[in-house]
């Protein structure tokens, strides 16, 4: 019984690490892609978003198609093709997790209205142009942060 609980454990312990490493791996991928420079040239958001903004995720076929921001109650969704209004969110500013001498909006999901795996996500924006911004997707989990992809939204 003993072996068969260190067994257990020592998959369990193996897939863990094994979904880390692959965290990290794509995490060292978005940190070298293009983009990356563009979001280290960004500056926070001036004016802060108010209303709906476009989004685009590149190679994304998912019906997203933006954000919607309540600047006064400093809230927000996630807007679909379908009309659904999914994953909402608060917003604040701070430094970015990466990217620690950029101030940068961030979106936090972890609201109690969301599912356990979107309340590990937060993202950083920064605005690229007026009424242009570039915003990362991490993932926070285990006492990490990583980065898994980028999108933009726009006025």
């Known amino acids: 019984m003993v072996k068969i609980v260190l067994i257990i454990v020592a998959v369990l312990v193996v897939i863990f690490l094994l979904v880390l ?7 060292m991928q978005v940190e070298r892609d293009a983009r ?13 978003p108010d209303g709906f903004y476009t989004g685009v995720v590149n190679n994304y ?26 994953y909402p969110f608060k917003f604040y500013t701070g430094p970015g997790v990466r990217d620690k001498k950029i101030q940068t909006l961030k979106i936090d999901y972890n609201q109690p209205a969301n599912s356990w795996w979107i309340r590990h996500i937060v993202d950083e924006v920064v ?18 942060t990583f980065t898994i992809g980028y999108f933009t939204l726009a006025r």
Do not use: M
């Open 21 to 27: 490493l692959g965290f990290e791996l794509r995490t």
């Open 36 to 48: 990356q420079k563009q979001f280290a040239a960004g500056s926070l958001p001036s004016p802060l």
């Open 61 to 86: 076929k998912g019906g997203w198609t933006g954000k919607t921001f309540d600047l006064a109650a400093q809230t927000g969704i996630n807007n679909f093709k379908d009309g659904n209004k999914l």
């Open 127 to 144: 605005q690229t142009s007026p009424n242009h911004f570039l915003g990362k997707i991490h993932v926070r989990w285990a006492g990490l």
